[in-house]
């Protein structure tokens, strides 16, 4: 009786060993995906990427001194990302400008909470000066969706927003700086400083990521340990 059940384990092991086999013609591991590049960089076979060209044109050596580009492989070199849309913007005269490159809509005054006539709403730090703690930045766009506050927009939206970090860093043109917009922009009330995202830090959850507007750099402040400017978005359907 041993005998026979060895012998059955050895036939099933048979069997599935074949099985194994006989797919391994048709299935490669790891699988091998196939398809053509649409990178128009010659000599690269990496798929396209969707991300937009930074601005920046010009490049620097160590001690910040401008040098020429050729060769360097700096970005002013290379100048990869999609191009930007001509124009880059589009004033609606309502108000809002539209981003022809995201697809964004932003409120044309990027500090529409310094602009109120009575200051009833920015009472943090320095009083009416536009910089609020993170919650009061949403609690503001909260009130613009109810209709308490218009930030002189003339069409009738309820869907403004806190930008999240991305989207406020598309805004960014590295060749720019004070602020680090492109050039021509058709926004006002632009502040060289700090504006919120909707972001909050992953590992320090009591911190928000922000935009500083001088020079494009990403960092974070305390949601109620520093202040910061609002600008609003919303999607521009």
Same mark, same amino acid.
């Given at each position: 009786?041993k005998i026979y059940l060895q ?16 797919? $391994? ?6 699988? %091998? ?9 010659? @000599? ?15 490049c620097y050596n160590t001690a910040?001194?401008?040098? *020429?580009? *050729? =060769? ?6 290379? !100048?990869?990302? %999609? ?11 309502? =108000? ?9 809509? &932003? ?7 310094? $602009?109120?006539?009575? =200051?009833?709403?920015? $009472? ?9 703690? &993170?919650? +009061? ?9 109810? *209709? ?13 927003? !806190? ?8 805004? %960014?043109?590295? =060749?720019? @700086? ?6 021509? +922009?058709?926004?006002?009330? /632009? ?17 928000? &990521? ?13 949601? /109620? ?13």
């Amino acid at each position: 009786m041993k005998i026979y059940l060895q012998l059955l384990f050895v036939v099933a092991l048979g069997l599935a060993v074949t099985a194994c086999n006989s797919d $391994s013609d048709s299935t490669s591991y790891p699988p %091998v995906i196939t398809g053509s590049s649409d990178d128009s960089t010659s @000599g690269s076979s990496a798929a396209a990427i969707n991300l937009a060209k930074t601005g920046q044109a010009t490049c620097y050596n160590t001690a910040g001194a401008i040098i *020429a580009c *050729a =060769g360097t492989g700096q970005d002013g070199d290379l !100048l990869m990302g %999609v191009a930007w849309p001509v124009p880059r913007f589009t004033d609606n005269s309502d =108000g809002t400008v539209m981003d022809n490159l995201t697809g964004l809509m &932003w409120m044309q005054n990027a500090n529409c909470i310094d $602009s109120l006539p009575d =200051g009833s709403f920015d $009472s943090d730090g320095t009083a009416n000066d536009g910089r609020v703690f &993170w919650q +009061h930045g949403l609690d503001f766009v909260a009130a613009v969706n109810g *209709a308490t506050y218009g930030c002189n927009v003339t069409t009738s939206y309820t869907d403004w927003r !806190l930008p999240n970090i991305r989207e406020l860093e598309s805004l %960014v043109d590295l =060749g720019q @700086g004070n602020p680090a917009l492109p050039s021509g +922009h058709p926004f006002t009330g /632009v502040v060289s400083s700090y504006y919120w995202s909707s972001s909050s830090v992953e590992t320090m959850p009591n911190f928000a &990521w922000n935009l500083n507007c001088n020079n494009g750099i990403v960092s974070s402040n305390g949601k /109620v340990a520093a202040t910061s400017y609002v600008w609003l978005v919303r999607a521009g359907q």
